[in-house]
T-cell receptor, first 116, second 112 residues
Framework: DADVTQTPRNRITKTGKRIMLECSQT?????MYWYRQDPGLGLRLIYY???????NKGEISDGYSVSRQAQAKFSLSLESAIPNQTALYFC???????????????FGEGSRLTVL | SQKIEQNSEALNIQEGKTATLTCNYT??????LQWYRQDPGRGPVFLLL?????KEKRKERLKVTFDTTLKQSLFHITASQPADSATYLC???????????FGKGTRLSVIA
């Protein structure tokens, strides 16, 4: 089983619909992230959370919200989806940085969202 | 503003040659820099980390250098193979309490 699981893997929706992308992890990490990836634009950070009570905006948070329901779960919501939110979305986790820890990110397999 | 530039969007090389990918950054004072590999439709996978006090790091056929004066990291794959074809992403990081921000990546194609 994957350490970082995203659901759904694929979703097609219509403009104006509310969409939730879910992420769960079994790595025991405190830190979780949501990125979106578009061709030619690379990975861009939407929101991140360093522990259950911590939520921070990334560079492109407008139109998105998140919820950290538990250490292992971090959900991304699009309250009213629009076509330019069509993208591949990745959840990632990392442990706290320590001398013995590279702080590397572990990514899920991605959720491909299409907004018509 | 902070900026990460990876030398080219795409790089084609012949099998067996050394591939060299460049990552330049501005308005960062990175404590370390990470490199990731991403295959089409998959999530990125961590390859290597190099710290600011390290000039060079090696792992099998991979070598990373880090020049904080030039604000540049070079990523080398020696004896390249078609299986090395992927997109490679760099991510400099100022400290452990800032989130990771990635360059746009370089798509490497190794031709047999």
């Amino acid at each position: 089983d994957a350490d970082v699981t995203q659901t759904p893997r694929n979703r097609i929706t219509k403009t104006g619909k509310r969409i939730m992308l879910e992420c769960s992890q079994t790595k025991g990490h405190d830190r979780m992230y949501w990125y979106r990836q578009d061709p030619g634009l690379g990975l861009r950070l939407i929101y991140y959370s360093f522990d259950v009570k911590d939520i921070n905006k990334g560079e492109i948070s407008d139109g998105y919200s998140v919820s950290r329901q538990a250490q292992a779960k971090f959900s991304l919501s699009l309250e009213s989806a629009i076509p330019n939110q069509t993208a591949l979305y990745f959840c990632a986790t990392s442990g706290k940085d320590r001398a013995s820890n590279t702080g590397e990110l572990f990514f899920g397999e991605g959720s491909r969202l299409t907004v018509l | 503003s902070q900026k990460i530039e990876q030398n080219s969007e795409a790089l084609n090389i012949q099998e067996g040659k050394t591939a060299t990918l460049t990552c330049n950054y501005t308005n960062y004072s990175p404590a370390y820099l990470q490199w990731y590999r991403q295959d089409p439709g998959r999530g990125p996978v961590f390859l290597l980390l190099i710290r600011e006090n390290e000039k060079e790091k090696r792992k099998e056929r991979l070598k990373v250098t880090f020049d904080t004066t030039l604000k540049q990291s070079l990523f080398h794959i020696t004896a390249s193979q078609p299986a090395d074809s992927a997109t490679y992403l760099c991510a400099p990081r100022n400290s452990g309490n800032t989130p990771l921000v990635f360059g746009k990546g370089t798509r490497l194609s190794v031709i047999a």
